[in-house]
């Protein structure tokens, strides 16, 4: 039986991947969350064949936790569900650990293929994302993002979804001042001269929130 944990900030569709699962009759959830600190501390302590996370936590956002996670338990297969493109940003996780990536509107079945092939082992990317490694090995440091350090992207992730600077250290733990050093360094690398030119840039990367 493969153990999974859930870790998905919205609780309908925490609920539908339980009964989703629950039908397989070789995946048992059990445990879930919407708090990301929640996942890092039970992870600690929590035996899972294959974490189901989301990005889009309370407390702590699912890239910072991707990293603790893997810190403690480091051979964990996880799996990221989100509604964020499969395309820059997923790659950045998968660099970061992740052993796949699948968007929320790809079909039930995709997602049950995907944790059945992280628990053999195995990594799950669709093909459009395969693609898109591809192009990033031949474009070499051609892409902005690329260049970022996990820091700068979680801040601009947080500008594409609206947030203000003082939110945006509220989220992250940071001081004021760092927020805004970093807020600096992003118009730099990225060519922005405003904040609002930052968030469309975010935006056309799609690090915004989804669109309906």
């Known amino acids: 039986m493969i153990r999974v944990f859930l870790a998905e900030d919205h609780a309908i569709l925490r609920e ?18 919407d708090d990301g600190e929640d996942v890092v501390r039970r992870a600690a302590s929590e035996r899972w064949d294959v974490l189901v996370l989301d990005l889009g936590l309370t407390n702590l956002d699912g890239a910072a936790v991707l990293r603790a996670v893997l810190a403690v338990q480091p051979r964990l297969p996880v799996l990221i569900l989100s509604m964020h493109p499969e395309d820059g940003y997923a790659l950045r996780l998968l660099a970061a650990g992740a052993a796949g990536y699948v968007h929320k509107a790809r079909p039930p079945a995709v997602v049950i293929d995907a944790i059945r092939r992280l628990a053999r082992g195995g990594r799950y990317i669709t093909p459009e994302l395969a ?9 070499g440091d051609d892409d902005p993002i690329a260049a970022l350090t996990d820091r ?8 594409g979804h609206g947030r203000a600077p003082s939110e945006i250290a509220a989220a992250l ?9 970093h807020l600096h360094h992003l118009k730099q690398r990225l060519g922005a001269r405003t904040l609002g030119e930052l968030v469309q840039y975010a935006l056309r990367a799609g690090l915004g929130p989804p669109s309906n």
């Open 16 to 33: 539908g991947l339980r009964r989703l699962l629950a039908d397989t009759g070789d995946i048992v959830v059990v445990g879930d969350t």
């Open 131 to 139: 693609d898109r490694l591809l192009e990033q090995q031949g474009a």
């Open 152 to 159: 700068q992207l979680e801040v601009l992730r947080l500008v």
């Open 173 to 181: 733990g940071l001081r004021a001042s760092t927020v805004s050093t």
